[in-house]
T-cell receptor, first 114, second 111 residues
Framework: NAGVTQTPKFQVLKTGQSMTLQCAQD?????MYWYRQDPGMGLRLIYY???????DKGEVPNGYNVSRLNKREFSLRLESAAPSQTSVYFC?????????????FGQGTRLTVV | QKEVEQNSGPLSVPEGAIASLNCTYS??????FFWYRQYSGKSPELIMS????GDKEDGRFTAQLNKASQYVSLLIRDSQPSDSATYLC???????????FGSGTQLTVLP
């Protein structure tokens, strides 16, 4: 009963390095989301994918790219990491066809850019 | 820009008191409203969801929704130290596809 799985859980990058955060869900949800959370702040939407094959920008998309590889997987890529991207990243999924269903979250990825 | 605003914290209440958390949202077309609790270092977990005007009760938690005034609130009765956490309000926008969170309210329940 995995739900939403994120990898890795922790990562330290040097400025300018690239990396991809992986997210997979096994609940057959259409919509997937990437959020970042900074100390004392709520979740800010980076990108979301309403359904397989579509992606849309959220509130803070600059410096990120995403890929909805298939219905299960939604990855987030940092092409050239910056210290401002130090944050905790959460992936979530839900089924918008079920309007009244909540989002389910992965365990988060703690990213530090030095 | 779709916005969700929460009352500023942090909020401290004594054990056994009622904690009141408030949230306003910008889109009159929003349909779904959620309250999540997040412990430090953990993922958000759902506490309550509400979709119709009025009150919805679940144990010590009551969610209140007023679509005309565009606000949703969460009341926690008989607050316990274990309720100490950050509470996040979330609202769906745009055909229920975009889920936007407020900045959260940090609640501390003092023994």
């Amino acid at each position: 009963n995995a739900g939403v799985t994120q990898t890795p859980k922790f990562q330290v990058l040097k400025t300018g390095q690239s990396m991809t955060l992986q997210c997979a869900q096994d609940m057959n949800h259409n919509s997937m989301y990437w959020y970042r959370q900074d100390p004392g702040m709520g979740l800010r939407l980076i990108y979301y994918s309403a359904s397989e094959g579509t992606t849309d920008k959220g509130e803070v998309p600059n410096g990120y790219n995403v890929s909805r590889l298939n219905k299960r997987e939604f990855s987030l890529r940092l092409e050239s990491a910056a210290p401002s991207q130090t944050s905790v990243y959460f992936c979530a999924s839900r089924d918008p066809a079920e309007v009244y269903v909540e989002a389910f979250f992965g365990q988060g990825t703690r990213l530090t850019v030095v | 820009q779709k916005e969700v605003e929460q009352n500023s914290g942090p909020l401290s209440v004594p054990e056994g008191a009622i904690a009141s958390l408030n949230c306003t949202y910008s889109d009159r077309g929003s349909q779904s409203f959620f309250w999540y609790r997040q412990y430090s270092g953990k993922s958000p977990e759902l506490i309550m969801s509400i979709y119709s005007n009025g009150d919805k009760e679940d144990g010590r938690f009551t969610a209140q929704l007023n679509k005309a005034s565009q606000y949703v609130s969460l009341l926690i009765r008989d607050s316990q130290p274990s309720d100490s956490a950050t509470y996040l309000c979330a609202v769906t926008f745009g055909s229920a596809r975009q889920l936007t969170f407020g900045s959260g309210t940090q609640l501390t329940v003092l023994p």
